[in-house]
């Protein structure tokens, strides 16, 4: 919860996604023209567990998911005015934010120059460590670097990779979307880190 924001209490029956829809943004426009706290808190309530899923799955850090939920939160909160129903969702609008969030928190740490283990991007090239003579490649890379050899990949490589690993989705998901088995997807992805490998090798 934000400082002064009670939670409140979960409904024993969860309404419908369209009655859901409708009910966040008459909240949210109150929030906006009455600056109203019991407004919010309802808001707060349904969209912080659902952030924190979300920020676990792309960060894999609870300090981190949660600094994001409380960033996205203020961030909603301050510009409830920006929303409009017309123009999309309150779940869209809010997941935009906290995307944003997610990568200015990435390029913050850029900007710091400190070492992004590649697993904030790429989970499965921690996995590809070889021998203990190495450089572990968190070490070796930083997110530019990965971003520079993630661009050399062959597109289908890459619209696979970036699917699964900027944008979060399941190998499964990213197989129905693309109308393709989901062996192919696999494929790709285990042939894209073995090629961002080698580009790292080679790189060095």
């Not at 928190?105 to 283990?117: T, V």
Request: glycine share 2%.
């Amino acid at each position: 919860m934000l400082v002064g924001i009670p939670l409140e209490a979960k409904s024993s029956q969860a309404p419908k996604p369209k009655e859901c829809a409708q009910e966040m943004s008459q909240y949210l426009a109150t929030v906006a023209e009455e600056r109203c706290k019991r407004s919010f808190s309802k808001i707060f309530s349904y969209f912080a567990p659902r952030l924190r899923s979300y920020a676990l799955k792309q960060i894999g850090n609870e300090a981190l998911a949660m600094e994001l939920v409380q960033d996205t939160m203020s961030n909603v909160w301050q510009k409830a005015h920006l929303f409009n129903a017309d123009k999309g969702s309150p779940s869209t609008w809010i997941f935009t934010i906290a995307r944003n969030i997610r990568f200015d928190m990435l390029r913050k740490q850029q900007n710091r120059k400190e070492d992004i283990c590649s697993d904030d991007l790429w989970p499965v090239l921690c996995e590809h460590t070889a021998d203990a003579n190495e450089v572990p490649l968190d070490e070796q890379m930083t997110l530019e670097q990965v971003s520079n050899l993630f661009n050399n990949l062959p597109a289908k490589q890459k619209v696979v990779i970036e699917a699964i690993y900027v944008e979060g989705k399941s190998q499964q998901e990213v197989a129905d979307e693309l109308d393709i088995p989901l062996g192919t997807v696999k494929s790709r992805t285990r042939l894209a880190l073995q090629r961002l490998k080698e580009m790292l090798v080679d790189h060095d």
